[in-house]
């Protein structure tokens, strides 16, 4: 029993400090891969990517929307069609109240006209007014045109960060899966160990009480 003794406490220290250097290496791991634990580090880097994959959608939507008005304004100037039918440029901040003083001036000079001649200094008046209006909504129309082209150069630029931001956090999920592999794979061996140990130990335990009993 003695010799058990002295064999299984050899052993003991052994598998003692295997585990103790096996748990070492799982720990430096995950501190190398700063990882609080697998399950919190997988939370944190899939919820990151499923938002940057929201992002990026909703970027790629709002593009999609952009270049939808922007081919409808160019279809429209293409079949020289009034661009006032269209709602983006219609509803401009610039636009709508120039368009609706154009309409109340033509307006004006119809009833100038049921009236007066042509050359009558009212008018004239009103038909210079009309022009002027006329110029005025035609750069109002221009610059709307200018702003949406603005948005859609502002839009690509956010797509094009999206779709980095994508990249990355797709990259730190691939990185992530390869990282648990080699995780799970520490683990398994610090955790056999241990029990190896802890084996041991009881078995050195049990050995010492029946040599006690039999002292």
Known sequence: NQTAVQFLTSQAERLRLESEEANQVLQRYMKEKNLLSLDSSTNLVTDQFKRAAAHREECRFRLAQIDEKMRQIEAFQADGRNLLEIAEIGSHV???????????????????????????????????????????????????????????????????????????????????????IAYSSLKTEADTKEQNYRAILSRLNDTKTVKNIEN
């Open 94 to 180: 610039m636009v709508a109240p120039l368009n609706a003083q154009l309409i109340r001036l033509k307006q004006e000079l119809t009833l100038l006209s049921e009236r007066y001649l042509e050359l009558h200094p009212s008018t004239l008046a009103k038909t210079s007014e009309i022009s002027v209006t006329e110029g005025d909504l035609g750069r109002a129309i221009t610059q709307a045109i200018a702003e949406l082209r603005t948005r859609r150069a502002e839009a690509q630029q956010n797509l094009k960060m999206a779709e980095g931001d994508y990249a990355r956090a797709e990259r730190a999920q691939l990185d992530l899966t390869e990282t648990s």
